[in-house]
Structure formats: C-alpha cells, structure tokens
C-alpha cells in the first residue's frame, strides 16, 4: 500500500462529501468523492483506490448493491458502510454483501478515520506490512500466511478474503478443534468492527463456507455447535 492511502468517499450529501474530503487530506490521506455509483465507477477508473467509503442511501443504485458489485469485482478492496443509526438490518445485509466494517450516522470523522486505519491495518496495509516475522498455517491442504494475509487451497488456488472474513478464520485457525461461543470469537478476534455482535459470526462463518467448503450446507472445516458456537475441526500446524 502507499505511505498516503487513497479513500473515496461516496455520499449524495456533498456536505459529507466536502467535510470528509478536507479532513482526510489534513491528516495525510488521499481522499476523493463521488456522489452516486456511475461517479464512484469514474474515480475507480482514474485512480487506484485502497479503500471505499460507501453510504447505503445514495440515489439509484443503492449503497448495497455498489457494495455487492464491488466486492464481485474485487474480492480484497475494503469496505466501510455508513448506515443510518438505528438500521440494524443495513448492517446486516452490509456484511452479507462484503463490507468490512460500518458506521452509523451521524458520526464524528474522527471516528470514522480511526475505523479507516483499523481497517487498513487489517487488510494487510501500514505497520502489518512491516512486521518481521511470517507466520504460516497448514490445515487440510489449505496455506494460510498471516503475515500477507493469503490464503491458498488444496491445488494451489489462492481464494480471496475479505479482512473481516480473513481475521476469523485467522481466529479458528489458531483455536483449532476447540468450541468457541459467539462471544468468544468476537473477543479473539481482536474487536474487530464487522465483528461486533452474535449475527455478524454467523454471517461471516457463511460467508467462509461459500468460498472455502464443497458443499457449504454440510460443512467440514468449520461446523456449527449446538448451543455452543463453532468448531473450527481440522488439525492445523504452524511454520
């Protein structure tokens, strides 16, 4: 990643626009704005940007759907999803689609640069590129590298993660073969935002499945605990 991340911002609201755009740039990011999705599509175009700010009210195509067809483009790109404060389901379905992380309107931008940073710092970007040390996960004939965040299956095909999904299979990995609760992930993996709450496990362990299972409806990895949680089941060996 750049010494200057590059974030767009997308909201209808050009007050947003403009006020997040200023304060990005006086704290040494790049920032720029769109105000639909055919504007962000054009930034996209000019600019490689390294993180999406995404607003779920935007006229025309909503901030869900951008989010869903970004994140079928590109699987790695993170994503923070500004919903209105009392939308649970916006969240919800954000994470369903992809997002890595949301705010809820109104929000303080100093809030929402740190949860930028976070995000970033996560996704492999900033002091995670310059840690020293590799650290290597072999299970089932999967490769997980923490250290570049990458993931690789059995055949040598790498499968793209989402930060969010890539730091709780990080999690299962490291507690392999022992149940884990909901709140137990949540606080092994380390507060991260996108996983804040019982729903968001769920959907992130479905969202695992779909990439990584054969059949993700009578999964092998990671198997669900009656009244207890998740069990990541394979054996896994650290290099």
């Given at each position: 990643m750049k010494a200057e991340p590059h974030i767009l911002v997308v909201d209808d609201d050009k007050g947003i626009r403009d006020l997040l755009q200023e304060f990005f740039r006086k704290r040494g990011l790049t920032a720029s704005v769109a105000g639909d999705g055919a504007e962000m599509e054009a930034v996209?175009?000019?600019?490689?940007?390294?993180?999406?700010?995404?607003?779920?009210?935007?006229?025309?195509?909503s901030g869900l759907d951008l989010c869903r067809e970004l994140r079928a483009r590109n699987a790695s790109i993170p994503i923070i999803m500004l919903t209105a404060v009392?939308?649970?389901?916006?969240?919800?379905?954000?994470?369903?689609?992809?997002?890595?992380?949301?705010?809820?309107?109104?929000?303080?931008?100093?809030e929402l640069l740190a949860r930028i940073r976070?995000?970033?710092r996560r996704n492999g970007g900033g002091e995670a590129k310059r840690l020293p040390q590799r650290q290597i996960w072999r299970f089932a004939g999967w490769t997980m590298d923490c250290s570049r965040r990458r993931l690789v299956a059995p055949g040598d095909v790498r499968v793209d993660l989402t930060a969010a999904e890539f730091n709780l299979l990080a999690t299962f990995v490291r507690s392999a073969q022992r149940v884990l609760t909901r709140d137990q992930l949540i606080e092994l993996s380390g507060g991260d935002g996108a996983i804040s709450y019982d729903r968001s496990i769920d959907i992130l362990v479905s969202r695992l499945r779909r990439k990584m299972e054969d059949d993700p409806k009578s999964p092998k990895l990671i198997q669900t605990v009656r009244s207890?949680?998740?069990?990541?089941?394979?054996?896994?060996v650290a290099e």
């Open positions: 996209m175009r000019r600019a490689t940007i390294d993180l999406v700010v995404l607003d779920v009210m935007l006229p025309g195509r009392n939308e649970t389901t916006d969240r919800v379905v954000g994470l369903e689609m992809g997002a890595d992380d949301y705010v809820p309107k109104p929000f303080d931008p100093r976070a995000v970033l207890g949680g998740y069990q990541f089941i394979p054996e896994a």
